[in-house]
């Protein structure tokens, strides 16, 4: 996959605080397609106070995933928009195999797929520094370290599955963002 060919659909994996976010900004603009991160996605809706805000407020400020429905609703309907028919980063989803499979039908369904998934791999205790840097309000270290916990579970699956997939390609974010973002270009080639 050349970087900036017409489309270029990418996810962004990694545990919470490896820098995918910063990463999927500066990748989104240099590539001209959006950066969707679901976390910000629904960080906006508790802080509008909409429905699915509420919903998921709680749900987040204990450390825990989202349900597949909701989540599956929110990206669907994020993808479908005009300005991500040509490509999109996505940041934060999928986080688990069925998720990884409501995605693969949801891109079915329009005729594409994904054309790489992009691992930033940090160690644990970076993460852990990098998280409370942060200050947002709902960073405890313990909250940061049961995410890190369901990020293992939960997610790390995806690593295989994508891997399997020929889609994978992995990057060491223990460095500077301009290494990082350099990497990633690399590796996509």
Known sequence: MAAGANSTRLVFLGPPGSGKGTQAEILAERLGVPHISTGAMLRDAVGEGSELGKKVEGIMSSGALVDDDTMAAVVEERLAKQDAQHGFILDGYPRTL???ET????????SSGLDAVVLIDVPVEELVTRSLARKRADDTEEVIRERQRVYREKTEPLIGHYQSKGLLREVDGHTTIDDVTARILEVLG
């Open 103 to 110: 995605l693969d039908g949801i891109l079915s369904g329009a």
């Open 98 to 100: 069925p998720q990884a």
